[in-house]
C-alpha cells in the first residue's frame, strides 16, 4: 500500500484500473451489434446525405468543391457527439446501480471516468476512420501532406476527448437514461449554428458572432486549414476563425481544467 500512496503509484492505479474498464466499455459495444452497425454505417450516410443534398443548393466562399469543404465540418459534428454518448452511459450505470458497485470496490477514483472517456476517443477514432474513408470515395482529400493531416486529426482527438468529459459531468448530473437523452438534442444547436456546414457571411450578425465562437468553428476551420480545404475565411472575421489551431487547444484546456476536476468530485459524492 506503501507504492500506492505515493504520486506515481496512484498514477499506475489510476491507469491500470481505468484500461480495464475502457475493455469493459468496449466489450458492450461487441454485445450490441447493433450499435456497431449503427457506427459502421452512420458516418458513410452522413458524407452521401449532406454531400449530396446540400452539395447541390450551397456555394462554397471562394468556389470549390462542396464535399470538400464539407467534409471538416462533419468531422467536427462527429467529434461533438462525444458528450452525448458519455453522458448517455454515465448516466446509464449510474440507474442501474453500477456506479455504487464501482465506488464500493478498490479502484482509482479517476478510474470509472477515464474508462468512459477512453473508450469513446477509441470509439471516436473508427468513426472518424469510417468517415474519411466515406469521404476520399466522393472526392475528398488532404492536400497539404502528411504532417499536417496528423496534426488535424489529433485535434480532433483532443477536443474529442475534452468533451468526453463534460459527457461524464452532465451523465452524473442526469442520473439516468431518460433525463441525459432527452438532453441530448440540446447540443444539436451547437454544431448547427457553425461554419460546419453553411459559411456564416450570410448569418444576421448577433447569429453570426454565436456561430464565429462556436468551438465547432474552431475545430471546422482548423481542420479546413491543416487540410487545405476550401472555405478559409476572409475580410474581418473573429478570432477564433483567424488562428482556429489555437482555438481548438483553448478549448479542450478549458474543457478540461472545468470539468475533469468536476466529473471527479462528482463520481467522488455520487449517492451521497
Given at each position: 500500500?506503501?507504492a500506492?500512496?505515493s ?13 480495464t474498464?475502457?475493455?469493459r ?49 462533419l ?5 461533438f ?9 454515465m448516466a ?13 470496490m ?15 476517443v ?10 474519411a ?8 482529400r ?6 499536417p ?14 468533451l ?13 437514461e ?24 450570410g ?15 474552431a ?22 476563425l483567424?488562428?482556429?489551431?489555437a482555438?481548438?487547444?483553448l ?20 449517492g451521497?
Amino acid at each position: 500500500m506503501t507504492a500506492l500512496n505515493s504520486p506515481a503509484g496512484r498514477l499506475r492505479w489510476t491507469f491500470a484500473d481505468g484500461l480495464t474498464l475502457v475493455g469493459r466499455e468496449l466489450g458492450r459495444l461487441r454485445q450490441a451489434p447493433g450499435q456497431i452497425i449503427t457506427l459502421l454505417l452512420f458516418p458513410a450516410v452522413m458524407v452521401l446525405m449532406f454531400g449530396y443534398v446540400f452539395g447541390s443548393a450551397i456555394k462554397v466562399p471562394g468556389g470549390g468543391n462542396y464535399r470538400e469543404y464539407l467534409m471538416p465540418g462533419l468531422f467536427a459534428m462527429v467529434t461533438f457527439t462525444a458528450t452525448q454518448g458519455v453522458m448517455v452511459r454515465m448516466a446509464g450505470d449510474a440507474a442501474h446501480g453500477v456506479m455504487d458497485r464501482f465506488r464500493s470496490m478498490p479502484m482509482a477514483r479517476l478510474a470509472v471516468p477515464f474508462g468512459q472517456t477512453g473508450a469513446d476517443v477509441l470509439g471516436g477514432l473508427l468513426f472518424v476512420s469510417i468517415m474519411a474513408g466515406a469521404g476520399l470515395l466522393v472526392g475528398w482529400r488532404a492536400h497539404r501532406g502528411l504532417v499536417p493531416t496528423i496534426e488535424a486529426f489529433a485535434l480532433i482527438v483532443l477536443m474529442r476527448y475534452a468533451l468526453s468529459w463534460v459527457g461524464v459531468y452532465v451523465g452524473l448530473k442526469a442520473k439516468n437514461e431518460q433525463v441525459a437523452n432527452n438532453l441530448a438534442p440540446l447540443f444539436l444547436p451547437l454544431t448547427i449554428i457553425s461554419n460546419a456546414f453553411v459559411p456564416t457571411d450570410g448569418m444576421a450578425p448577433w447569429l453570426r458572432f454565436l456561430a464565429d465562437w462556436n468551438p465547432v468553428s474552431a475545430i471546422t476551420g482548423a481542420c479546413r486549414d491543416l487540410f487545405g480545404n476550401p472555405g478559409a475565411p476572409t475580410g474581418d472575421t473573429a478570432w477564433p476563425l483567424e488562428h482556429p489551431v489555437a482555438a481548438v487547444l483553448l478549448w479542450s484546456a478549458l474543457l478540461l481544467v472545468v470539468f475533469v476536476p468536476l466529473s471527479v468530485r462528482g463520481y467522488t459524492r455520487w449517492g451521497r
